[in-house]
């Protein structure tokens, strides 16, 4: 199972590290994205890190302004978040993917986490 944790209510401009933390699946052997959901919006595809951690792809609305990063001996991924926008609103998932390459589809990713709630007022 998966955990994501870290959300809260931020004001503009603000940061946030989101954490995602897993039970009984060890995300050296993953990769692992996050996404977000906002009332009434798609899920999107917000950062992503292979397997090995070599590579990490972003979506283009948190271009320079996120990272995604991961701790193996700790088994868990990071979304450090920052000049954060009110249109950042949403909730984030984490979630794992089998492949060795980070995919941008929400459909390929197999195990998901229950989400954590990010607020950005302004």
């Known amino acids: 199972q998966l955990q994501a944790s870290g959300g809260g209510l931020v004001q503009a401009g603000g940061s946030l590290r989101l954490s995602c933390s897993a039970s009984?699946?060890?995300?050296?052997?993953?990769?692992v994205g996050w996404f977000r959901q906002g009332p009434g919006k798609e899920r999107e595809f917000v950062a992503g890190?292979?397997?090995?951690?070599?590579?990490?792809k972003y979506g283009d609305p948190v271009k320079g302004r996120f990272t995604i990063s991961k701790d193996n001996a700790k088994n868990t991924v990071y979304l450090q978040m920052n000049s954060l926008k009110p249109e950042d609103t949403a909730v984030y998932y984490c979630?794992?993917?089998?492949?060795?390459?980070?995919?941008?589809?929400?459909?390929?990713?197999?195990?998901w986490g229950q989400g954590t709630q990010v607020t950005v007022s302004s």
């Open positions: 979630a794992t993917d089998t492949l060795t390459f980070v995919r941008v589809v929400a459909s390929n990713y197999d195990s």
């Open positions: 009984g699946r060890t995300f050296s052997r993953y990769t």
């Open positions: 890190i292979s397997w090995s951690g070599g590579s990490t």
